[in-house]
């Protein structure tokens, strides 16, 4: 997505109730108005319970950061975001036995915020991949806040793509486990995912996709009772990776033309 | 293989009989002193009995094709060999029914000699990929004979590749039925054609190599019996493929390092 782009969807804004709906407006817009820590729960909440809010969220999120860095220079948000997360993630094999649908859209929703916090255009370059000369040698403000984010944020304000990086992975290898291959929304996730996120996340870290890719081809060739259409979406995404993180024309043509008897 | 290299094996002669050796010796030195007629039939005989053999004979093929055009600027044995492989083409259902064994090792051989009879360092680069001027214009020695190989070289003399394109995507196409797919000396020969001779068959006919690779799929895909070493010899064929007819690490590693259990 080209950023400046006009707001098209208001961020699907419009999924929430009125007095949210003008909470985030303002987040947006004025973000020293409003209580930030809230904006965030409330972003975190729906994103559990609207699987497609999830799929787009960290654009709203990214839109905040941005708003309340370039108003006051702070990260309120973005701590609070990842501060949640975090606690999420913590608990996330309560969250899945609870609800699959809401652990299928936590997951969705961190790979989407990991998608939108990762270099944009607007953001300085030595983001991409390592910390700039100032704030290694501690000259940037860090803002950190006593027990916030120490297993996301080691460094909090600079590196948020590289604290998702783990996170991020722990929770696609959970979604390679067997028992969740076996659950269609599952490995539906698990492939939306790698298709969004993947190439990105290889380039963090080649050694964990290759972990996760060995327990993809073991799900599929052990007989663990895949379905035949979690079979058809992970032999896609096993050659969508093969072939450099894109679909060749053969495989566009197998997988997106025809239909499968 | 490079080609000059010294001949380690002496084409794998010595699987056969003292009488044949010296026949087989002579056809590579004086290739005018013997029946070449006779050595093609020795040698497809010999590599459908043996497909250790059927796996290197190209080379050897090669080499008595060159030796005679050296000497005599003729085609002889060429011309001997694709009419025998043409008489074993056409009747390769038969084969395959009485002797599957013979079958496999005829699949290898064809492959095994289109792999040697394309492009090497010693002919005109034209023969890459299309006639060179004087034979479109009908100026070069043609040397037809009446009867040869209709089927396989309508270009006699020019086109050993290109003539051997379909033959070869027929054989693998048979490979890869679900009949096939469920014996897996017919899996593995599959296989190990296409990491021979897949990246150059693509080359000359891209929408073929697509249509067996729907094949592999569908027969990954649909409950055909394929047994555990079947499908990760056919998982692994369709990742070498997509990326590229290479290995990538990853898949070194998963294919070819780890026992699967």
Known sequence: MVMGEPRREEYKIQSFDAETQQLLKTALKDPGAVDLDKVANVIVDHSLQDC?????????????IQAESKQAGQSVFRRGLLNRLQQ????????????????VCYVTFICNVFDYLRVRPQQPPWMADSLPPKAQAGLLPTATQPGALVLFLPQVNNMPMMALVNPVYDCLFRLAQPDSLSKEEEVDCLVLQLHRVGEQLEKMNGQRMDELFVLIRDGFLLPTGLSSLAQLLLLEI????????????AAQKYYYSEVSD
């Open 52 to 64: 497609v809010f999830s799929k787009e969220a960290g654009r709203m999120c990214y839109a905040i």
């Open 88 to 103: 999420e993630y913590q608990a996330r094999e309560q969250l899945r036995a609870r609800s699959l649908q809401g652990w």
């Open 238 to 249: 096993i050659e969508f990776r093969a072939a450099g993180w894109k679909t060749t024309p």
